[in-house]
């Protein structure tokens, strides 16, 4: 995807991309609600955000070639080791389309941001 998107909630969002990008966006979308069932979905940004006691835990978004996921600053340094192997930056991570999603990390980042929130509620 290269435009901003107008969609209003996730559903409409993944569906805007090809239907190979659409079964990545979703097994995403899954691995993020089974980490943080209570988590609601949203769209902030203009991209699929899951929030959690009114703060933002993560945010994923689709793109030609990866999967961008977007835990937080935090989320990424406490990651730091294990993503050596993908392009990131500050609060970024991007996988690409051509290699399986990593499940097992995805989750635990989901997992690390919930342990965060819940920590500093308001």
């Known amino acids: 995807m290269t435009s901003r998107s107008g969609a209003a909630t996730i559903d409409e969002y993944i569906a805007e991309f090809p239907p190979d990008t659409q079964e990545v966006l979703q097994q995403v979308r899954g691995l993020i609600r089974e980490s943080a069932p209570e988590a609601t979905e949203t769209i902030s940004y203009a991209i699929p955000t899951f929030d959690l006691n ?15 996921f977007y835990p937080t600053g935090s989320g990424i340094a406490a990651f730091k080791e ?16 051509s290699r399986p999603m990593p499940a097992d990390l995805i989750k635990r980042m989901v997992e690390f941001r919930l342990d965060e929130v819940s920590r500093t509620r308001r």
């Open 82 to 97: 294990e993503l050596t192997g993908y392009k990131s930056a500050k609060g970024s991570v991007q996988f690409p389309l």
């Open 54 to 68: 009114g703060r933002h835990l993560v945010h994923f978004a689709g793109y030609d070639r990866h999967v961008g």
